[in-house]
């Protein structure tokens, strides 16, 4: 499967921005779908998840209540994260990620996607 990140950019704090992560190459409702992100010197961690169907959804801490993982399995192979009341430590690279080899969210990734730069400005 290929992933195509977008939506990033410069924002100030307490904005918001909508990435979007269209896939191609395998159908698209059968494979849970994430978000991760990178920032400048630090490891890669998780931000979001959603379940092959959109049904069940998963957190980092941190952005509970503030992202929103969503996803368009039936016109757009669209995977999306709303980010609302952004901060400046949310200032990162964003990945998305897919897990082909199941329908079932393990926490597991096999395909990954470009980065989208987001910069949150205080």
């Known amino acids: 499967v290929q992933l195509q990140a977008s939506g990033g950019g410069l924002v100030q704090a307490g904005g918001s921005l909508r990435l979007s992560c269209v896939a191609s190459?395998?159908?698209?409702?059968?494979?849970?779908m994430g978000w991760f992100r990178q920032a400048p010197g630090k490891e890669r961690e998780f931000v979001a998840a959603i379940s092959w169907s959109g049904n069940s959804a998963y957190y980092l801490d941190s952005v509970k209540g503030r992202f929103t993982v969503s996803r368009d399995n039936a016109a757009k192979n669209t995977v999306y994260l709303q980010m609302n009341s952004l901060k400046p430590e949310d200032t990162a690279v964003y990945y998305c990620?897919?897990?082909?080899?199941?329908?079932?969210?393990?926490?597991?990734?096999?395909?990954w996607g470009q980065g989208t730069q987001v910069t949150v400005s205080s």
């Open positions: 190459g395998r159908t698209f409702s059968s494979y849970p």
């Open positions: 990620a897919a897990d082909t080899s199941t329908y079932y969210y393990t926490g597991d990734f096999d395909s």
